[in-house]
């Protein structure tokens, strides 16, 4: 009796083991949401300093071509000259008002494009995955659109769109974005798991339930790439937009700028253009780091 009481006394009451599955799943995903935000907080610091790092170099290489090249400092603005202009001349409101509304007006632009450009390339890649006599008939004229310079066939899309509308806009925006998103979209929809399509194939799911389950989200990574990739180019193809057909923000006032010795206003907008792709190419990246981080997924370490 004794020993049975000693043995009592020693061994604690047993926990019910749903209780103990709770605690442990509760501990675990509280572990596994530390580590999310440890992620995503590495990989904004991560973020923010390539970011400096890339403005400092652009900035020296810009002062050195204006020092070191014996271009006239009336024609050249170093990176001094254009913050000056900007935000310490007797005049710096004056200036921003002026160029502000076309850096936004170009944003906007920037916008359109790269949201009609990935919008398309993410349906077309879906199509070609899911039939290849599409991929086959399709895939000619995107790369037909590659290949031909963008100035040469843009008369003819202002032609069919009309000048100046927000539809040319939309249209040379997505020539231009949509060939490197695609590739990069279908990159990540064919990289899906072997074994995990198998299992939906074993448990009779079709081919469109495979691609929604498996193939789409295993290529977020591919197409937050692709984001990233068309960021740059859907500025440029704002800028070309402006150019070759409405004449409105900063790609249309490039061009009067240069025409009426205005330099300084020149280098201004580039300076600002060039800061906001920058900036934006960096919230595509933050944004993508904390997508893939809460689906427990690779973070970004570019």
Known sequence: MADNDTVDVLQPPAQPTAKIALEADAAALARLRADRRRAVARSFGRSLGNALI???????????????TGISPYVAKGPLDVFAFLFTDEDAAAHRDQLFPLLGQTLVDSVIGFAVGMVVAIVLAVLFSLSKAVEAGVMPL???????????????????????TTASVAVIGTVVVLFPALANVLFGLSRASRQSL?????????????LRKVNIPGALPSVFAAMRVSVPSAVTGALL????????GI????????????FAQLWGAIAL????????????????NVVLARMGMAVSIA
Not at 59 to 67: D, P, T, Y
């Open 54 to 68: 890339t403005i400092v170099v652009l900035l020296a290489l810009w002062q050195a071509v204006v020092s070191f």
């Open 142 to 164: 995107v790369l037909l659109l590659r290949t031909i310079p963008l100035v040469s066939i843009a008369p003819v899309i202002i032609l069919i769109t009309g000048r100046g």
């Open 198 to 210: 198998d299992v939906v194939h074993v448990f009779g799911g079709s081919r469109f339930m495979a």
């Open 241 to 248: 937009a402006e150019w070759l057909s409405t004449g409105a």
């Open 251 to 262: 790609g249309g006032a490039i061009l009067k700028f240069n025409a009426q010795a205005q």
């Open 273 to 288: 253009i060039t800061l906001i792709t920058l900036v934006l190419y960096n919230i595509v990246q933050i944004l993508e």
